[in-house]
């Protein structure tokens, strides 16, 4: 399979706990995104990689989440505190131009 | 205002039926533009580019009217699996970074 592969799949955590994902992305693109979507939203930026250069962070983001991307290949983000809020599904997409091509997400439960 | 705008739906139609859909961006400047599928609990796929010229790709339809600043996509002969969340997406000139709108539910029933 060479599309986009994050794992884990489902996470259920307590409030306070640190989680982290991991995005593979398609070998050849060098723009990786995260984003998180909830019930009936868009899905919402979060931050970008361009090849392990992270170019940009959503002014939303809080300092309880950190990405990183340090061989320009596979992604992680975690998020330090969880909170219930934190509760939605993460997103992860690559893209050559500008077309986004999405993993299957990482649906965070926060308790 | 919110930078993209869609109307949340649901548009509920018969199989068959034509159907619609806009979507208006606030940033004038705006260069790029998609429409995505989105199944329930599913991640967004690509459905199709917009280009200034407009776009067909079988049953689907997507132009651009860059005057009054939207996106349109609209799907003939509507199948019972085209129900789905429709999400536009715009990317501002020079920005990597895309804007998703919220989506609009599609229900095409028998």
């Known amino acids: 399979d060479t599309g986009v592969s994050q794992d884990p799949r489902h996470k259920i955590t307590k409030r306070g706990q640190n989680v982290t994902f991991r995005c593979d992305p398609i070998s050849e693109h060098n723009r990786l995104y995260w984003y998180r979507q909830t019930l009936g939203q868009g899905p919402e930026f979060l931050t970008y990689f361009q090849n392990e250069a992270q170019l940009e962070k959503s002014r939303l983001l809080s300092d309880r989440f950190s990405a990183e991307r340090p061989k320009g290949s596979f992604s992680t983000l975690e998020i330090q505190r969880t909170e219930q809020g934190d509760s939605a599904m993460y997103l992860c997409?690559?893209?050559?131009?500008?077309?986004?091509?999405f993993g299957p997400g990482t649906r965070l439960t926060v308790l | 205002r919110k930078e993209v705008e869609q109307d949340p739906g649901p548009f509920n139609v018969p199989e068959g039926a034509t159907v619609a859909f806009n979507c208006t961006y606030s940033?004038?400047?705006?260069?790029?533009f998609f429409w995505y599928r989105q199944d329930c609990r599913k991640e967004p796929k690509l459905l199709m580019s917009?280009?200034?010229s407009g776009n067909e790709d079988g049953r689907f339809t997507a132009q651009l009217n860059r005057a009054s600043q939207y996106i349109s996509l609209l799907i003939r002969d509507s199948k019972l699996s085209d129900s789905a969340t429709y999400l536009c997406?715009?990317?501002?000139?020079?920005?990597?970074?895309?804007?998703f709108g919220r989506g609009t539910s599609l229900i095409v029933h028998p």
């Open positions: 940033n004038s400047a705006s260069q790029s």
């Open positions: 917009v280009y200034s």
């Open positions: 997406v715009v990317f501002s000139g020079g920005s990597y970074i895309p804007t």
């Open positions: 997409a690559s893209s050559g131009y500008n077309e986004q091509f």
